[in-house]
Structures are given as C-alpha cells and as structure tokens.
C-alpha cells in the first residue's frame, strides 16, 4: 500500500513539473489551416494589389458599391481600411463548411474588436454578437450562429464556421499538423500562388449552374492566378473527366480567349492578346496564360470602365 502511495505520488511530482504543450507557430502560409475537406480556397495579396495601377482605381470604386458600403462604413469607423490589408484566404467545402484569414493592420487589437462588437450591436437591436471564450493558444469569439473567430495577435483573426469549426481549432491547438488540404492537392501542385489573386477549386453542379460560359458543364477543377504587378499576367489550368471532354474544354477556351480579343477590338482597345495569348493541354488539364502590358490594361479600364460603368475611366 505505501509503495502504491508513494508511485501515485512521484506521478502527480511528474505531471507538476512537466511543461504544457507549446501553442504552434502561426504558419507563414495561411492555406495550411484549410481543413482537409475543402473544395475551394481563394487567396488574395491585398497590400500587394492595392499598390498596382488596378488595385489603386479599383478599391476606392468598391464604395460606390450598396452592398457593400455598410460594411466599409462599419470598417472606417474602427479606423480599419482596406489599403491597410495586408492579406486574405477564404475557403469552403460543399456543405457548411466556410474559412478566413484577415491579416490587416490593427483588426484584432481589442480597441478594434471592442469597436467592432459596438457597430454591429447598435445595428443589430443592441445583440450582442459575441462572446468571448478564452483558450489554450488563442482567444476564441463565438458567434450566435454557431461559428468561431480566433484572436491570433494584433493582426491577424481566423474565422471558421460548420464543419470547418473543429478541424480549423484542433490546427490551431497543435492537435492536427499543418498541411495545405489534401482534397486538392492536385489543384495546389499546378497552382502559381506568387501572384496578387490565386484560386484553387473543385467545380460541382451548382458552380456549374452560376459560372458563365459552355465550358463550366465539362469542368471538374480549375485554378487562376493573378499577377497585376506589371499589366496583367493570368494563368488558368481547368480539369475535365475524360479525354473527349478534356478536348472539348481545350476548343471552348480558344473560342472564350478569341471572344475576348474581339471584344477588346468592339471597344477600341489596341492589345496583342492574339499574338501572347498561349494555350494547350498539359499533364491532363487544359492550361491558359494572358499578358496584357500597363498600357493595355489602362487603355481597357478607360474604355470599357465608360461604357460599362457610365462613370468615366475606372
């Protein structure tokens, strides 16, 4: 019996000593907390694109935007802005499941999230639209539909809500490795995430339904990349389940490119799509890269930024 006591005792001086688990480092690429079942995840360099020629007159016209002026209202009273962003990635999976990293100067301070929580209750019949829950590795706010914000320093918060709620935390605690999600890893190894805007996505019946163009019916998968630092550079790479199909998307993507430079000849615009344009079928998918230098890009958001927009040169 004593040398049961005496056991049980030099395991509880263990356990005492023994130093709790270290919270991980918050990884240098968000996408690694994207939970392994996602079918899309989109991401965006905002402080790099806010800084191009496009980024520098789009912005400002997103106020112009009812949808969403309220929110930019919102943020500009917390002393948040957009240009200050420094970047975003999204994600979801075909149910409930939705994802984001904000990483942007200032939005997770508690002047900010005290700000916040007092414009959306004061818009909200004075609810309150969180709660705050200490944890572990990060201050956790949840909401009243059930989804999760986690506090991770000053600048940066992690949203997650359904069954992206569990998976994102136990990333987040250390209790899951770090990793870019399996479900497209196919997708994220043809994918050039060095740009402004990068997209890496399984297509099913409903993106079919809502994206434009014959070619969604015969998509399985695609990926885009942005890269505004100089013109435009966008490369796209789209899957398709069999081969008869995979040649069929190759025909419907250079009628789309030869639509687009007829386009941009109706609006006047001098471009060299036809001769940069550059397409084929590579490792199984059909890929796709357009150029368009400084000018061009300039020339397309004076003349079509007035005929579409009716409000002079974007």
Known sequence: MLAL?????????????????????????????????????????VDG?????????????????????????????????????????????????????VQARGVATKATLDCLAAELRARNGGTTPWTVEPQTCATSLVFGDGSRAWVINDYTLVWARGGFVDPVAARLEGREPLALPASLTREFGRLDRSGHVWLAAHLDDDDRRTLPGAWADEATSITAALDLSEGLRATFSVSAASVTALANLRELTIAGLLDLANRL??????????????????????????????????????????????????
């Open 5 to 45: 006591d005496t056991l049980c005792l030099l395991g509880a001086l263990i356990a005492a000593t023994l130093e709790p688990a270290a919270c991980p480092s918050f990884p240098t690429d968000p996408a690694q907390l994207v939970p392994s079942t996602a079918t899309a995840v989109l991401g965006i360099d």
């Open 49 to 101: 694109f806010a800084k191009t020629s496009t980024g520098k007159a789009l912005l400002p016209a997103l106020r112009a935007d009812l949808q969403l002026s309220e929110a930019l209202e919102i943020l500009d009273d917390c002393q948040l802005a957009l240009e200050r962003t420094y970047a975003v990635t999204l994600a979801r999976d075909p149910t409930d499941g939705r994802f984001a990293v």
């Open 265 to 314: 000849d109706e609006y006047g615009v001098e471009h060299r799509l036809r001769e940069r344009a550059r397409l084929g079928i590579i490792d199984g998918v059909v890929g796709a890269e357009i150029v368009l230098d400084e000018a061009e890009l300039r020339s397309i958001r004076a003349k079509i930024g007035e005929r579409v927009v009716g409000r002079g040169p974007l």
